[in-house]
């Protein structure tokens, strides 16, 4: 199993920026997929999840109406499309298959003026 993460970077607040996670080595349309974050000091945290079609999406209460989980079953990638970013958005950003017990390297997302 394989999953890589891309697209983090340094934005300004109020910004925007596109995160995308390829995966590989099992089924990708078969699994739930997830993001996660963790800030420096602080515990991982579930971002938003995706069902394996993509019909049903959860995001946490301080993401919603900002975030947007979606994937492409065909292309074997999930992404989030992060808007109005916040510096308390900052963290290194993992994506995940559910309930598979792999962690991609994450990637950098610095919400700073």
């Known amino acids: 199993v394989q999953l890589v993460e891309s697209g983090g970077g340094l934005v300004q607040p109020g910004g925007s920026l596109r995160l995308s996670c390829a995966a590989s080595g099992f089924t990708f349309s078969s699994y739930g997929m997830s993001w996660y974050r963790q800030a420096p000091g602080k515990s991982r945290e579930l971002v938003a999840a995706?069902?394996?079609?993509?019909?049903?999406?959860h995001y946490v209460d301080s993401v919603k109406g900002r975030f947007t989980i979606s994937r492409d079953n065909a292309k074997n990638t999930v992404y989030l499309q992060m808007n109005s970013l916040k510096p308390e958005d900052t963290a290194v950003y993992y994506c995940k298959a559910v309930p598979l017990p792999y962690w991609g390297q994450g990637t950098q997302v610095t919400v700073s003026s």
């Open positions: 995706i069902t394996s079609g993509g019909g049903s999406t």
